[in-house]
Protein backbone atom coordinates (compact mmCIF):
# COMPACT_ATOMS: atom_id res chain seq x y z
CA UNK A 1 0.00 0.00 0.00
CA UNK A 2 0.99 3.03 -0.88
CA UNK A 3 -0.38 7.05 0.39
CA UNK A 4 -2.01 8.18 -3.06
CA UNK A 5 -4.93 8.74 -4.54
CA UNK A 6 -4.43 6.15 -7.18
CA UNK A 7 -4.03 3.43 -4.29
CA UNK A 8 -6.95 4.10 -2.48
CA UNK A 9 -9.25 3.10 -5.41
CA UNK A 10 -8.40 -0.80 -4.43
CA UNK A 11 -10.36 -0.37 -1.37
CA UNK A 12 -10.24 -3.82 -0.48
CA UNK A 13 -6.60 -3.79 0.55
CA UNK A 14 -6.78 -1.15 2.77
CA UNK A 15 -9.83 -2.70 4.59
CA UNK A 16 -7.97 -6.18 4.69
CA UNK A 17 -5.14 -4.15 6.81
CA UNK A 18 -7.93 -2.42 9.00
CA UNK A 19 -7.20 0.87 8.03
CA UNK A 20 -10.31 3.36 7.31
CA UNK A 21 -11.31 4.85 3.88
CA UNK A 22 -12.29 8.75 3.45
CA UNK A 23 -16.26 8.38 3.60
CA UNK A 24 -16.69 11.04 1.06
CA UNK A 25 -15.76 12.06 -2.77
CA UNK A 26 -12.27 13.93 -2.43
CA UNK A 27 -12.40 15.32 -6.15
CA UNK A 28 -15.85 17.00 -5.26
CA UNK A 29 -14.52 18.36 -1.85
CA UNK A 30 -11.29 19.94 -3.72
CA UNK A 31 -12.92 21.44 -6.57
CA UNK A 32 -15.42 23.49 -4.08
CA UNK A 33 -12.38 24.80 -1.97
CA UNK A 34 -10.73 25.64 -5.13
CA UNK A 35 -13.83 27.80 -6.21
CA UNK A 36 -14.61 28.43 -2.86
CA UNK A 37 -12.34 28.49 -0.17
CA UNK A 38 -12.93 28.77 3.36
CA UNK A 39 -10.62 27.66 5.43
CA UNK A 40 -6.73 27.85 5.70
CA UNK A 41 -4.32 26.89 8.24
CA UNK A 42 -0.96 27.58 8.80
CA UNK A 43 1.07 24.97 10.69
CA UNK A 44 1.04 21.83 8.48
CA UNK A 45 2.81 19.42 11.31
CA UNK A 46 1.74 16.87 13.22
CA UNK A 47 -0.93 18.37 16.08
CA UNK A 48 -3.00 19.96 12.77
CA UNK A 49 -3.35 16.28 10.83
CA UNK A 50 -4.10 14.15 13.63
CA UNK A 51 -6.77 16.33 15.24
CA UNK A 52 -8.00 19.48 13.03
CA UNK A 53 -8.05 17.63 9.59
CA UNK A 54 -9.17 14.32 11.63
CA UNK A 55 -12.19 16.81 13.00
CA UNK A 56 -13.08 18.22 9.50
CA UNK A 57 -12.91 15.13 7.74
CA UNK A 58 -15.75 13.93 10.10
CA UNK A 59 -17.87 17.07 8.68
CA UNK A 60 -17.20 15.72 5.26
CA UNK A 61 -17.87 12.47 5.60
CA UNK A 62 -21.46 13.55 7.53
CA UNK A 63 -22.32 15.74 4.56
CA UNK A 64 -22.12 19.15 7.19
CA UNK A 65 -19.20 20.69 4.98
CA UNK A 66 -18.23 20.63 1.37
CA UNK A 67 -15.02 21.97 1.56
CA UNK A 68 -11.70 20.91 2.72
CA UNK A 69 -8.80 22.91 4.40
CA UNK A 70 -5.70 24.29 2.41
CA UNK A 71 -2.86 23.53 4.60
CA UNK A 72 -0.26 26.40 4.36
CA UNK A 73 3.65 26.14 5.87
CA UNK A 74 5.51 29.41 6.35
CA UNK A 75 8.66 27.94 8.06
CA UNK A 76 9.75 24.35 7.31
CA UNK A 77 8.76 24.33 3.53
CA UNK A 78 10.17 20.87 3.42
CA UNK A 79 6.74 19.32 5.04
CA UNK A 80 4.76 20.29 2.13
CA UNK A 81 7.90 19.11 0.05
CA UNK A 82 8.95 15.99 1.19
CA UNK A 83 5.45 14.71 2.90
CA UNK A 84 2.66 16.23 1.35
CA UNK A 85 3.07 16.87 -2.57
CA UNK A 86 4.12 12.83 -2.91
CA UNK A 87 1.06 11.85 -0.81
CA UNK A 88 -1.57 13.76 -2.59
CA UNK A 89 -2.36 15.44 0.41
CA UNK A 90 -2.89 12.32 2.25
CA UNK A 91 -2.30 11.49 5.95
CA UNK A 92 -2.58 7.90 7.26
CA UNK A 93 -3.71 8.78 11.38
CA UNK A 94 -2.90 6.10 13.67
CA UNK A 95 -4.36 6.60 17.20
CA UNK A 96 -2.91 5.10 19.95
CA UNK A 97 -5.51 3.93 22.46
CA UNK A 98 -4.27 3.42 25.99
CA UNK A 99 -4.67 -0.37 25.81
CA UNK A 100 -1.66 -1.41 23.20
CA UNK A 101 -3.91 -0.99 19.98
CA UNK A 102 -3.87 0.61 16.99
CA UNK A 103 -6.53 2.24 14.95
CA UNK A 104 -5.73 3.50 11.37
CA UNK A 105 -7.75 6.20 9.60
CA UNK A 106 -6.87 7.62 5.52
CA UNK A 107 -7.23 11.40 6.49
CA UNK A 108 -8.01 13.50 2.87
CA UNK A 109 -9.36 16.69 4.16
CA UNK A 110 -6.59 18.61 2.98
CA UNK A 111 -7.94 19.98 -0.31
CA UNK A 112 -4.07 21.60 -1.47
CA UNK A 113 -0.88 22.44 0.19
CA UNK A 114 0.96 25.15 -0.14
CA UNK A 115 4.55 26.79 0.95
CA UNK A 116 3.77 30.22 2.08
CA UNK A 117 7.77 31.26 0.74
CA UNK A 118 7.09 34.46 -1.29
CA UNK A 119 10.10 34.20 -3.21
CA UNK A 120 7.98 31.63 -4.73
CA UNK A 121 6.16 33.95 -7.24
CA UNK A 122 3.54 31.22 -8.24
CA UNK A 123 2.83 29.95 -4.95
CA UNK A 124 2.33 33.30 -3.13
CA UNK A 125 0.49 34.75 -5.69
CA UNK A 126 -1.81 31.66 -5.39
CA UNK A 127 -1.93 31.96 -1.60
CA UNK A 128 -2.86 36.00 -1.74
CA UNK A 129 -5.65 35.18 -4.02
CA UNK A 130 -7.18 32.44 -1.33
CA UNK A 131 -6.42 35.30 1.19
CA UNK A 132 -8.97 37.51 -0.73
CA UNK A 133 -11.62 35.56 -1.55
CA UNK A 134 -14.94 36.74 -0.24
CA UNK A 135 -15.76 32.87 0.70
CA UNK A 136 -12.91 32.85 3.25
CA UNK A 137 -14.44 32.17 6.87
CA UNK A 138 -11.19 31.55 8.57
CA UNK A 139 -7.41 31.32 9.09
CA UNK A 140 -6.28 29.31 11.60
CA UNK A 141 -2.88 28.44 13.72
CA UNK A 142 -0.44 25.81 15.53
CA UNK A 143 2.90 27.66 14.48
CA UNK A 144 3.81 26.75 18.51
CA UNK A 145 4.12 30.21 20.86
CA UNK A 146 7.10 31.42 19.61
CA UNK A 147 5.85 31.79 16.34
CA UNK A 148 3.74 34.82 17.09
CA UNK A 149 6.91 36.50 18.90
CA UNK A 150 8.39 39.29 17.27
CA UNK A 151 11.38 39.89 19.27
CA UNK A 152 14.42 38.86 20.33
CA UNK A 153 15.91 38.77 24.09
CA UNK A 154 17.20 42.20 23.80
CA UNK A 155 14.20 43.81 23.02
CA UNK A 156 14.50 44.44 19.41
CA UNK A 157 13.12 43.47 16.28
CA UNK A 158 13.53 39.57 15.40
CA UNK A 159 15.89 40.13 11.96
CA UNK A 160 13.39 38.99 9.38
CA UNK A 161 10.44 41.08 11.00
CA UNK A 162 13.01 44.32 11.24
CA UNK A 163 13.56 42.91 7.40
CA UNK A 164 9.92 43.09 6.64
CA UNK A 165 9.21 46.25 8.71
CA UNK A 166 11.61 47.95 6.47
CA UNK A 167 10.72 46.81 3.38
CA UNK A 168 6.95 46.31 3.88
CA UNK A 169 4.66 43.46 2.41
CA UNK A 170 5.76 42.78 -1.13
CA UNK A 171 8.25 39.59 0.19
CA UNK A 172 7.69 39.08 3.73
CA UNK A 173 10.33 36.28 5.93
CA UNK A 174 8.56 36.02 8.65
CA UNK A 175 5.46 34.38 9.83
CA UNK A 176 3.51 36.95 11.04
CA UNK A 177 4.26 39.37 8.32
CA UNK A 178 3.52 36.93 5.85
CA UNK A 179 0.30 36.18 7.46
CA UNK A 180 -0.27 40.51 8.30
CA UNK A 181 0.05 41.05 4.61
CA UNK A 182 -2.17 38.61 3.16
CA UNK A 183 -4.73 40.37 5.37
CA UNK A 184 -3.71 43.44 3.50
CA UNK A 185 -4.31 41.77 0.16
CA UNK A 186 -7.83 40.74 1.82
CA UNK A 187 -8.59 44.00 2.86
CA UNK A 188 -7.63 45.57 -0.53
CA UNK A 189 -9.84 43.11 -2.20
CA UNK A 190 -13.21 44.41 -0.05
CA UNK A 191 -12.09 44.65 3.36
CA UNK A 192 -13.74 41.01 3.47
CA UNK A 193 -14.49 39.71 7.04
CA UNK A 194 -12.44 36.88 8.15
CA UNK A 195 -11.43 35.39 11.77
CA UNK A 196 -7.48 34.49 12.62
CA UNK A 197 -8.00 31.45 14.94
CA UNK A 198 -5.35 30.66 17.49
CA UNK A 199 -4.97 26.83 18.15
CA UNK A 200 -1.92 26.85 19.72
CA UNK A 201 -0.86 25.38 23.74
CA UNK A 202 -0.56 28.56 25.17
CA UNK A 203 -2.75 31.01 27.23
CA UNK A 204 -4.26 33.81 25.55
CA UNK A 205 -3.72 32.52 22.07
CA UNK A 206 -5.62 34.67 20.13
CA UNK A 207 -4.39 37.57 21.86
CA UNK A 208 -0.97 36.85 21.56
CA UNK A 209 -1.57 36.58 17.35
CA UNK A 210 -4.02 39.68 17.47
CA UNK A 211 -0.90 41.58 19.27
CA UNK A 212 1.28 40.57 16.60
CA UNK A 213 -0.48 41.30 13.57
CA UNK A 214 -1.21 44.88 14.94
CA UNK A 215 2.53 45.28 15.79
CA UNK A 216 3.28 44.48 11.76
CA UNK A 217 0.21 46.62 10.68
CA UNK A 218 1.15 49.94 12.76
CA UNK A 219 5.10 49.66 11.28
CA UNK A 220 3.89 48.99 7.93
CA UNK A 221 1.56 52.27 8.06
CA UNK A 222 4.33 54.39 9.58
CA UNK A 223 6.38 53.50 6.88
CA UNK A 224 3.59 54.37 4.28
CA UNK A 225 3.08 50.42 2.95
CA UNK A 226 -0.73 50.52 4.41
CA UNK A 227 -3.02 53.16 5.39
CA UNK A 228 -4.96 53.62 8.80
CA UNK A 229 -8.14 52.09 7.47
CA UNK A 230 -6.11 48.65 7.47
CA UNK A 231 -5.68 49.45 11.06
CA UNK A 232 -9.37 49.88 11.98
CA UNK A 233 -10.24 47.21 9.78
CA UNK A 234 -7.84 44.64 11.77
CA UNK A 235 -9.46 46.22 15.00
CA UNK A 236 -12.88 45.61 13.90
CA UNK A 237 -14.20 42.54 15.26
CA UNK A 238 -16.87 43.03 12.72
CA UNK A 239 -14.80 42.28 10.02
CA UNK A 240 -10.92 40.61 11.72
CA UNK A 241 -11.74 38.60 15.29
CA UNK A 242 -9.22 36.71 16.77
CA UNK A 243 -10.82 34.16 19.56
CA UNK A 244 -9.21 33.14 22.01
CA UNK A 245 -9.08 28.77 22.21
CA UNK A 246 -7.46 25.91 23.97
CA UNK A 247 -6.08 22.90 22.76
CA UNK A 248 -5.24 19.26 24.04
CA UNK A 249 -3.89 16.17 22.57
CA UNK A 250 -0.46 14.56 22.57
CA UNK A 251 0.85 13.74 19.00
CA UNK A 252 4.58 12.82 19.40
CA UNK A 253 6.36 12.99 16.82
CA UNK A 254 6.32 9.68 14.21
CA UNK A 255 7.24 6.63 16.64
CA UNK A 256 9.47 3.84 15.21
CA UNK A 257 7.07 1.50 16.68
CA UNK A 258 4.66 2.62 14.92
CA UNK A 259 6.46 2.61 11.70
CA UNK A 260 7.52 -1.04 12.34
CA UNK A 261 3.65 -1.91 12.84
CA UNK A 262 2.74 -0.65 9.57
CA UNK A 263 5.46 -2.47 7.55
CA UNK A 264 4.35 -5.13 9.06
CA UNK A 265 0.73 -4.63 6.86
CA UNK A 266 2.86 -3.96 4.16
CA UNK A 267 2.52 -0.09 4.00
CA UNK A 268 4.93 1.52 2.10
CA UNK A 269 4.58 5.18 2.36
CA UNK A 270 6.49 4.72 6.29
CA UNK A 271 9.34 6.73 6.29
CA UNK A 272 10.49 9.07 9.01
CA UNK A 273 11.67 12.47 7.81
CA UNK A 274 13.80 14.82 9.54
CA UNK A 275 14.07 17.83 7.97
CA UNK A 276 16.70 20.48 7.74
CA UNK A 277 14.62 22.84 10.25
CA UNK A 278 14.74 19.26 12.73
CA UNK A 279 11.07 18.46 12.19
CA UNK A 280 9.95 14.95 12.65
CA UNK A 281 7.36 13.93 10.05
CA UNK A 282 6.12 11.32 7.71
CA UNK A 283 2.98 10.62 6.19
CA UNK A 284 1.59 8.81 9.04
CA UNK A 285 1.15 10.81 12.03
CA UNK A 286 0.07 8.97 15.70
CA UNK A 287 -1.08 10.28 18.30
CA UNK A 288 -3.63 9.40 21.63
CA UNK A 289 -7.25 9.44 21.22
CA UNK A 290 -8.38 12.11 23.68
CA UNK A 291 -8.88 15.91 22.42
CA UNK A 292 -10.34 18.57 23.38
CA UNK A 293 -10.72 22.12 21.61
CA UNK A 294 -12.83 25.01 22.97
CA UNK A 295 -13.15 27.91 20.76
CA UNK A 296 -14.49 31.73 21.34
CA UNK A 297 -17.44 31.78 19.34
CA UNK A 298 -16.72 35.33 17.62
CA UNK A 299 -16.69 34.43 12.87
CA UNK A 300 -17.91 37.64 11.43
CA UNK A 301 -18.07 35.57 7.88
CA UNK A 302 -19.30 32.33 9.11
CA UNK A 303 -17.66 29.14 10.56
CA UNK A 304 -17.45 25.54 9.97
CA UNK A 305 -19.35 23.42 11.99
CA UNK A 306 -16.62 21.75 14.24
CA UNK A 307 -19.21 21.73 17.27
CA UNK A 308 -20.47 18.47 15.11
CA UNK A 309 -17.38 16.89 15.38
CA UNK A 310 -17.07 17.14 19.26
CA UNK A 311 -15.67 21.22 19.15
CA UNK A 312 -17.46 23.39 21.62
CA UNK A 313 -17.43 26.96 20.95
CA UNK A 314 -18.65 29.74 23.55
CA UNK A 315 -17.24 33.08 24.84
CA UNK A 316 -14.24 33.66 26.13
CA UNK A 317 -14.56 33.34 29.52
CA UNK A 318 -15.41 29.82 29.12
CA UNK A 319 -12.42 29.19 27.20
CA UNK A 320 -10.18 30.69 29.61
CA UNK A 321 -11.93 28.68 32.49
CA UNK A 322 -11.32 25.16 30.49
CA UNK A 323 -7.53 26.43 30.35
CA UNK A 324 -7.48 27.54 33.81
CA UNK A 325 -9.05 23.66 34.66
CA UNK A 326 -6.85 21.92 32.30
CA UNK A 327 -3.39 24.24 33.55
CA UNK A 328 -3.93 24.54 36.95
CA UNK A 329 -5.65 21.25 38.17
CA UNK A 330 -6.80 18.59 35.32
CA UNK A 331 -3.18 17.89 33.45
CA UNK A 332 -0.10 20.10 33.83
CA UNK A 333 0.24 20.30 37.73
CA UNK A 334 0.15 16.28 37.08
CA UNK A 335 2.74 16.33 34.91
CA UNK A 336 4.84 18.24 36.69
CA UNK A 337 4.91 16.34 39.92
CA UNK A 338 5.62 12.81 37.82
CA UNK A 339 8.23 15.00 36.16
CA UNK A 340 9.45 15.70 39.68
CA UNK A 341 9.65 12.59 40.94
CA UNK A 342 10.67 10.82 37.70
CA UNK A 343 13.74 12.41 37.13
CA UNK A 344 14.76 11.84 41.04
CA UNK A 345 13.65 8.61 40.33
CA UNK A 346 15.40 7.83 37.25
CA UNK A 347 12.41 6.70 35.30
CA UNK A 348 12.61 8.03 31.48
CA UNK A 349 9.36 7.63 30.77
CA UNK A 350 6.09 9.24 32.04
CA UNK A 351 4.09 5.82 31.28
CA UNK A 352 5.97 3.50 33.41
CA UNK A 353 5.70 5.90 36.18
CA UNK A 354 2.11 5.31 36.71
CA UNK A 355 3.02 1.68 37.09
CA UNK A 356 4.55 2.96 40.37
CA UNK A 357 1.38 2.62 42.88
CA UNK A 358 3.08 5.71 45.01
CA UNK A 359 3.79 7.67 41.89
CA UNK A 360 -0.22 7.02 40.50
CA UNK A 361 -1.30 8.00 44.34
CA UNK A 362 1.01 10.93 43.99
CA UNK A 363 -0.83 12.63 41.09
CA UNK A 364 -4.41 11.06 42.80
CA UNK A 365 -3.27 13.49 45.75
CA UNK A 366 -1.97 16.18 43.75
CA UNK A 367 -5.30 16.64 40.98
CA UNK A 368 -8.25 14.35 42.93
CA UNK A 369 -7.78 15.37 46.61
CA UNK A 370 -6.05 18.38 46.55
CA UNK A 371 -6.86 20.56 43.20
CA UNK A 372 -10.11 19.49 42.60
CA UNK A 373 -12.13 21.31 45.85
CA UNK A 374 -10.81 24.48 44.07
CA UNK A 375 -11.07 23.72 40.36
CA UNK A 376 -12.49 25.86 37.88
CA UNK A 377 -15.25 24.24 36.29
CA UNK A 378 -16.09 25.86 32.76
CA UNK A 379 -19.12 23.84 32.65
CA UNK A 380 -18.69 22.17 29.08
CA UNK A 381 -16.55 19.64 30.21
CA UNK A 382 -16.56 17.66 33.49
CA UNK A 383 -13.65 18.37 35.42
CA UNK A 384 -13.37 14.65 37.09
CA UNK A 385 -14.45 13.00 34.11
CA UNK A 386 -11.16 14.66 32.52
CA UNK A 387 -8.64 14.21 35.40
CA UNK A 388 -10.38 10.73 35.88
CA UNK A 389 -9.39 10.18 31.91
CA UNK A 390 -5.75 11.63 32.57
CA UNK A 391 -4.99 9.42 35.69
CA UNK A 392 -6.44 6.04 33.83
CA UNK A 393 -5.85 6.43 30.39
CA UNK A 394 -3.11 9.83 29.29
CA UNK A 395 -0.83 9.18 31.66
CA UNK A 396 -0.20 5.72 31.37
CA UNK A 397 -0.70 5.21 27.75
CA UNK A 398 2.60 2.85 27.00
CA UNK A 399 2.20 4.85 23.30
CA UNK A 400 3.35 8.25 24.29
CA UNK A 401 6.92 8.72 24.90
CA UNK A 402 6.80 11.59 26.63
CA UNK A 403 9.62 11.83 29.26
CA UNK A 404 10.08 13.56 33.08
CA UNK A 405 13.42 15.05 31.92
CA UNK A 406 11.79 17.31 28.92
CA UNK A 407 8.64 18.23 30.95
CA UNK A 408 10.88 19.46 33.93
CA UNK A 409 11.96 22.19 31.40
CA UNK A 410 11.26 25.69 32.43
CA UNK A 411 9.83 24.85 35.88
CA UNK A 412 10.05 27.30 37.70
CA UNK A 413 7.73 29.50 34.88
CA UNK A 414 5.62 26.94 35.41
CA UNK A 415 4.99 26.57 38.96
CA UNK A 416 2.51 29.59 39.42
CA UNK A 417 -0.01 28.02 37.57
CA UNK A 418 0.67 24.87 38.21
CA UNK A 419 0.60 24.88 41.70
CA UNK A 420 0.69 28.73 43.14
CA UNK A 421 -3.23 29.05 42.09
CA UNK A 422 -4.24 26.12 43.86
CA UNK A 423 -2.36 27.39 47.32
CA UNK A 424 -3.98 31.12 46.50
CA UNK A 425 -7.44 29.42 46.14
CA UNK A 426 -6.88 28.10 49.43
CA UNK A 427 -5.61 30.74 51.22
CA UNK A 428 -8.62 33.17 49.87
CA UNK A 429 -11.38 30.33 50.47
CA UNK A 430 -13.15 30.39 54.04
CA UNK A 431 -13.57 26.55 54.49
CA UNK A 432 -10.10 25.58 53.43
CA UNK A 433 -6.53 26.08 54.89
CA UNK A 434 -3.62 26.17 52.70
CA UNK A 435 -1.71 24.72 55.57
CA UNK A 436 -3.47 20.97 55.20
CA UNK A 437 -2.21 20.66 51.98
CA UNK A 438 0.58 18.09 51.59
CA UNK A 439 1.14 16.25 47.90
CA UNK A 440 1.35 19.62 46.97
CA UNK A 441 4.16 20.62 49.26
CA UNK A 442 5.82 17.54 48.93
CA UNK A 443 6.28 18.32 45.13
CA UNK A 444 7.61 21.65 45.98
CA UNK A 445 10.06 19.77 48.36
CA UNK A 446 10.70 17.05 45.49
CA UNK A 447 11.34 20.17 43.38
CA UNK A 448 13.68 21.54 45.68
CA UNK A 449 15.62 18.34 46.33
CA UNK A 450 16.03 18.01 42.48
CA UNK A 451 17.58 21.23 41.91
CA UNK A 452 20.91 19.64 43.75
CA UNK A 453 21.38 18.09 40.57
CA UNK A 454 22.03 14.19 42.85
CA UNK A 455 19.51 11.71 42.19
CA UNK A 456 18.20 9.22 44.69
CA UNK A 457 21.08 7.47 44.35
CA UNK A 458 23.21 9.99 45.21
CA UNK A 459 24.55 10.08 41.20
CA UNK A 460 25.04 13.20 39.14
CA UNK A 461 21.97 13.79 37.39
CA UNK A 462 21.95 16.10 34.18
CA UNK A 463 19.34 19.62 34.94
CA UNK A 464 16.84 20.23 32.37
CA UNK A 465 16.91 23.96 31.26
CA UNK A 466 15.45 26.76 33.56
CA UNK A 467 16.05 30.35 33.27
CA UNK A 468 16.54 30.81 37.04
CA UNK A 469 18.50 27.33 37.13
CA UNK A 470 21.99 28.95 38.33
CA UNK A 471 20.04 31.17 40.87
CA UNK A 472 18.46 28.79 42.25
CA UNK A 473 21.16 26.29 42.38
CA UNK A 474 23.10 29.11 43.79
CA UNK A 475 20.88 29.09 47.22
CA UNK A 476 20.96 25.42 47.69
CA UNK A 477 24.79 25.44 47.60
CA UNK A 478 25.63 25.17 50.71
CA UNK A 479 22.94 21.99 51.64
CA UNK A 480 24.82 18.75 51.81
CA UNK A 481 23.04 15.26 51.65
CA UNK A 482 23.14 13.49 55.04
CA UNK A 483 23.28 17.25 56.85
CA UNK A 484 20.54 19.78 57.81
CA UNK A 485 22.37 22.23 59.41
CA UNK A 486 21.70 25.00 56.37
CA UNK A 487 18.18 23.67 55.25
CA UNK A 488 16.46 26.33 56.25
CA UNK A 489 18.64 29.47 55.36
CA UNK A 490 18.98 27.86 52.03
CA UNK A 491 15.32 27.35 51.43
CA UNK A 492 14.07 30.62 52.88
CA UNK A 493 14.64 33.22 49.21
CA UNK A 494 13.03 30.03 47.09
CA UNK A 495 9.89 29.24 49.47
CA UNK A 496 9.23 33.18 50.30
CA UNK A 497 9.62 34.20 46.54
CA UNK A 498 5.89 35.12 45.50
CA UNK A 499 6.91 35.34 41.58
CA UNK A 500 7.56 31.44 41.63
CA UNK A 501 4.43 30.84 43.67
CA UNK A 502 2.19 33.47 43.92
CA UNK A 503 2.57 34.12 47.30
CA UNK A 504 5.53 33.83 49.79
CA UNK A 505 5.05 29.88 51.19
CA UNK A 506 5.48 31.29 54.70
CA UNK A 507 2.52 33.64 54.79
CA UNK A 508 0.21 30.25 53.85
CA UNK A 509 2.13 27.95 56.80
CA UNK A 510 3.35 25.69 54.22
CA UNK A 511 7.31 26.45 54.24
CA UNK A 512 7.79 24.91 57.18
CA UNK A 513 6.42 21.39 55.86
CA UNK A 514 8.73 21.72 52.42
CA UNK A 515 11.11 21.98 55.16
CA UNK A 516 10.57 19.39 56.82
CA UNK A 517 10.08 17.44 53.69
CA UNK A 518 13.33 18.14 52.00
CA UNK A 519 15.18 17.60 55.22
CA UNK A 520 13.88 13.64 54.58
CA UNK A 521 14.59 13.46 51.32
CA UNK A 522 18.58 14.34 51.68
CA UNK A 523 19.00 11.85 54.73
CA UNK A 524 20.80 9.41 52.28
CA UNK A 525 20.56 6.83 49.39
CA UNK A 526 17.13 6.44 48.44
CA UNK A 527 15.59 8.81 50.80
CA UNK A 528 13.16 10.16 48.35
CA UNK A 529 11.33 6.86 47.72
CA UNK A 530 11.44 6.13 51.62
CA UNK A 531 9.74 9.90 52.11
CA UNK A 532 7.28 9.27 49.18
CA UNK A 533 5.63 6.18 49.94
CA UNK A 534 5.52 7.26 53.44
CA UNK A 535 3.27 10.14 52.54
CA UNK A 536 1.21 8.82 49.83
CA UNK A 537 1.35 5.00 50.50
Known sequence: ?????????????????????????????????????????????????????????????????????????????????????????????VTLNSDGTMDKKVIASVADSIAAD?????????????????????????????????????????????????????????????????????????????????????????????????????????????????????????????????????????????????????????????????????????????????????????????????????????????????????????HTSLAVFGCLLGYTSIASEMKNEALKKLVIGVGLKEGMPVVVDPGIINPAEFINEVIEKRLPNPFIPDTPQRIMSDTSQKIPNRFGNTIKLYRQSKELDAAALTYIPLVIAGWCRYLLGVDDNLETMELSYDPMLNELQGYLSSVRIGSTESVKDALKPILSNSDIFGVSLYEVNLAGKVEAFFKEMIAGKHAVQNVLEKVVL
Open 118 to 334: SENEREWEKLRKIAANPSLQMMSFTITEKGYNLFSSSGSFIADVAYDIIHGPAKPRSIITKVTSLLLARYHAGAYPVALVSMDNCSRNGDKLKSSVLTIAEQWVKNGFANRGFLSYLTNAKTVSFPCSMIDKITPRPSPVVQEHLKEINFESCEIIRTSKNTYISAFVNAEAPQYLVIEDIFPNGRPALDKAGVFFTDKETVEKAERMKLCTCLNPL
Open 1 to 93: MVLNRESLKNSQIWEAAEISLPKFDIDKMRSNTARKPEWIHFGSGNIFRAFLAAVHQQLLEKNCAQTGIIAVEAFDYEIIEKVYKPNDELSLL
